[in-house]
């Protein structure tokens, strides 16, 4: 996804260093910092990165029928590390995306004027393991393992997903996901606004032409939604 890598890079005993590294993203530009942290006497290199992505270009790289709704240019920012022998290292990406359009039923829809926080972080894999966590303003939180072994027939190896809109008066209440012990998806939470026949109508619209997110997954899928 990332083309165009150019900048200058420092190495010597300490590391390795670099001020400006740009290339273009996803249909935007955008600049990481180069460095070289010590911690615990071990070296860990890592990347600051920020700039300007189109989110419509993410459904050309992932196969999700929902990511056709999606449209808009955003600021985001992000930090890679590396990682080592002891810690494999880690990805996060941060957006408010103000700029994007998310034509998608309650409670995701978000038009392209306000902001939602939404945060991406991904640890390098361990054992054809991938630990992602996604959280997308109050809404939505999900704790997820991929499975690299079998992507195309058991992409996910276990997770948990949390909608957030519980509220005690005006107060929301945040509820951390957490992986279950078996494998299985538990999807749970409380939703204060959730139109089925709405959600029913895009997965019906889609089922021919791409993956919807729920019926290839073959994995036990269990609800305690309040």
């Known amino acids: 996804m990332a083309k165009k890598i150019n900048g200058d890079v420092n190495v010597n005993p300490e590391g390795v260093s670099s ?29 600051s990165l920020h700039g300007e992505i189109d989110t419509a270009k993410i459904a050309e790289h992932v196969n999700l029928s929902m990511l056709d709704r999606m449209q808009g240019k955003t600021n985001w920012q992000g930090v890679m590390a590396l990682g080592t022998d002891a810690d494999p290292g880690y990805f996060q990406f941060v957006s408010q995306l103000k700029g994007v359009e998310l034509n998608l039923p309650a409670p995701l829809k978000k038009v392209s004027n306000t902001e939602k926080p939404f945060n991406v972080t991904v640890r390098f894999p361990e054992n054809d393991k991938l630990p992602v966590n996604i959280k997308y303003g109050q809404e939505l939180s999900m704790a997820l393992i991929m499975n690299l072994e079998s992507p195309k027939h058991r992409p996910i190896d276990k997770g948990e997903v949390v909608f957030l809109s519980k509220k005690e008066g005006a107060k929301v209440i945040p509820v951390q996901p957490d ?48």
């Open 19 to 47: 001020d400006d590294i740009h290339f273009d993203l996803l249909g935007g530009q955008s600049r990481a910092k180069l460095y070289t942290t010590n911690i615990n006497k071990h070296k860990n290199i890592r990347l």
């Open 179 to 226: 992986l279950p012990d078996s494998r299985e998806l538990v999807i749970r939470g409380h939703l204060l606004e959730f139109h089925v026949n709405d959600w029913l109508k895009l997965i019906n619209k889609d089922v021919d032409k791409k993956d919807v997110g729920l019926t290839s997954l073959n994995i036990p899928i269990r609800l305690d939604m309040e």
